[in-house]
Nanobody, 117 residues
Framework: VQLVESGGGMVQPGGSLRLSCAASGFTFSSYHMYWVRQAPGKEREFVAWINWDNGSTTYADSVKGRFTISRDNAKNTVYFQMNSLKPEDTAVYYC???????????WGQGTQVTVSS
């Protein structure tokens, strides 16, 4: 099983980034997909998730209206479009796959996002 994130980097406040997470080794289309972030000195926090079945999405209040999670099951990839970035969005962003049946829970290695002028 592999989850490989990409697309992180440094951006100025107000800028945009698009993260990608390429999955392999499991049935991607049957898993809920999450983006979770961890800022320096803080615990990991939920940011967004997308349902495996109907594609419904849920966001943390702190990113609602600015970030968009999407998935392409044909490419086994989940995306995270981040707009209007703020310094407080600075964190390592992790891709997370969870089976709707419980049990299986896979993590990527993370990608750094830094928002700074």
């Amino acid at each position: 099983v592999q989850l490989v994130e990409s697309g992180g980097g440094m951006v100025q406040p107000g800028g945009s980034l698009r993260l990608s997470c390429a999955a392999s080794g499991f049935t991607f289309s049957s898993y809920h997909m999450y983006w979770v972030r961890q800022a320096p000195g803080k615990e990991r926090e939920f940011v967004a998730w997308i349902n495996w079945d109907n594609g419904s999405t849920t966001y943390a209040d702190s990113v609602k209206g600015r970030f968009t999670i999407s998935r392409d099951n044909a490419k086994n990839t989940v995306y995270f479009q981040m707009n209007s970035l703020k310094p407080e969005d600075t964190a390592v962003y992790y891709c997370n796959a969870r089976s709707p049946l419980g049990g299986a829970n896979y993590w990527g290695q993370g990608t750094q996002v830094t928002v700074s002028s």
